[in-house]
């Protein structure tokens, strides 16, 4: 059974950066595509960033060239570097398994605010 846990989220102002953790077990991580999902107030879950297990990367247009998603397979840990953060990035951000899609960790909270 898949167990995601993520960490790294908190307030900072616009224009700071932030780091993103997710350490997944009861999968052989190597071999999943991962991806960083939010959450905010109102809206659908959308997906921020995917990494294949072949380190192919595709982002949401509203975060490239200011995210930056990777892994770690030795650590079965997948990464979201968030720079240039914006107002518009708040929400509760969450890592998947693609194709254990549906199970979530409990989420770690990204605030932007002056």
């Known amino acids: 059974q898949v167990q995601l846990v993520e960490s790294g989220g908190g307030l900072v102002q616009p224009g700071g950066s932030l780091r993103l953790s997710c350490v997944v077990s009861g999968i052989i991580f190597s071999t999943e595509t991962m991806g960083w999902y939010r959450q905010t107030p109102g809206k659908a879950r959308e997906r921020v960033a995917v990494?294949?297990?072949?380190?192919?990367?595709d982002y949401a247009n509203s975060v490239k060239g200011r995210f930056t998603i990777s892994r770690d397979n030795a650590e079965s840990t997948v990464y979201l570097q968030m720079n240039s953060l914006k107002a518009e990035d708040t929400g509760v951000y969450y890592c998947s398994a693609l194709r254990h899609y549906g199970t979530w960790g409990q989420g770690t909270q990204v605030t932007v605010s002056s």
């Open positions: 990494v294949s297990p072949g380190n192919s990367m």
